[in-house]
């Protein structure tokens, strides 16, 4: 079973993160970065099913020149290849924009299975892999916090507010993960040596036949129009129990209504 990991590779959660006033995106380039904990999921149940029915995990991001570093994480975490799609001309692609390279490097791999994580942990929008299953006309299996495969069959439990939903389909197919489904592995000496030698296919957009009406800036039809920062939180009421604390707590609540 082939299983393609999309795998966001974002700035590491140390970094104070920084908006360019001119073109209200994330300052990516120059920060330290790290796969992201959330497609490190992703990965970790790809390696186990690998593990479970045979096969390989690809992992594929597009990314700046700095994500090489979670590349080569993901790598040792297990993954036997991995696909950088690295072009300046991807820069200020939107979610569409971003959806269509994974989806054209996608389509150049043989695959069973391809698991996204369900929002990335820094641009969170959650909208890719609706995109990517659309355009390689997949299955979307959303949510995942439990998956089974048996011969061509994928079967998830799908996370609900109340339990979950049982939901399967033929694969290939398209799979997202809930946070919490694992606990990713962390490298061991042996794979982070085994990652220095493993390949890192790179492609441009242009390698993946993409022009600038679809991709990068000119293609985006998403446009940021402000961003602006959480109104700041009035401070809280301190209580000092002096024998009537209870009472104070009790008439606080019942001022706001609560009780
Ligand atoms: C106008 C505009 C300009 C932007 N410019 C840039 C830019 O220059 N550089 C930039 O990096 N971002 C840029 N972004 C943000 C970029 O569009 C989003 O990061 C990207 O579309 C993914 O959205 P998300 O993180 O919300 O994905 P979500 O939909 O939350 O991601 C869910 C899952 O999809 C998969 N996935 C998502 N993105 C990737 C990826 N890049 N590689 C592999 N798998 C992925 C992962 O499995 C991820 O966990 C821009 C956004 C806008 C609106």
């Given at each position: 079973m082939n299983i393609i990991i999309c795998a966001k590779v974002i700035p590491a959660s140390s970094v104070t993160i920084e908006i360019n006033p001119a073109t209200k995106c994330m300052v990516r380039k120059g920060v330290p970065h790290e796969l992201d904990p959330a497609a490190a999921c992703a990965l970790e149940e790809g390696l186990r099913l690998t593990e479970k029915h045979g096969g390989a995990v690809t992992v594929i991001t597009m990314g700046i020149g700095d994500a090489t570093i979670g590349i080569r994480n993901a790598l040792a975490m297990g993954a036997a290849n991995a696909i950088h799609i690295l072009d300046?001309?991807?820069?200020?692609?939107?979610?569409?924009?971003?959806?269509?390279?994974?989806?054209?490097?996608?389509?150049?791999?043989?695959?069973?299975?391809?698991?996204?994580?369900?929002?990335?942990s820094d641009?969170?929008?959650?909208?890719?892999?609706?995109?990517?299953?659309?355009?390689?006309?997949?299955?979307?299996?959303?949510?995942?916090?439990?998956?089974?495969?048996?011969?061509?069959?994928?079967?998830?439990?799908?996370?609900?507010?109340?339990?979950?939903?049982?939901?399967?389909?033929?694969?290939p197919a398209l799979v997202t993960v809930a946070s919490g489904i694992n606990e990713p592995r962390y490298p061991q000496l042996k794979?982070?040596?085994?990652?220095?030698?493993?390949?890192?296919?790179?492609?441009?957009?242009?390698?993946?036949?993409?022009?600038?009406?679809?991709?990068?800036?000119?293609g985006a039809k998403e446009k940021v129009l402000a961003i602006g920062r959480p109104a700041a939180r009035k401070a809280g009421k301190v209580i000092t129990d002096e024998g009537d604390g209870g009472k104070q707590v009790a008439d606080f609540l019942a001022e706001l209504k609560v009780i």
């Open positions: 300046d001309a991807l820069a200020g692609s939107d979610a569409l924009g971003t959806a269509k390279a994974l989806a054209a490097a996608i389509k150049k791999e043989s695959f069973d299975l391809v698991i996204c994580a369900a929002e990335s641009s969170y929008s959650g909208i890719v892999p609706g995109q990517l299953a659309q355009l390689l006309g997949l299955s979307p299996l959303t949510f995942a916090k439990e998956i089974a495969v048996e011969a061509k069959k994928i079967t998830i439990k799908r996370q609900t507010e109340s339990g979950y939903d049982l939901v399967e389909a033929e694969m794979g982070i040596m085994a990652a220095k030698k493993k390949e890192i296919k790179q492609w441009t957009a242009a390698d993946l036949g993409l022009g600038p009406d679809q991709v990068g800036a000119s």
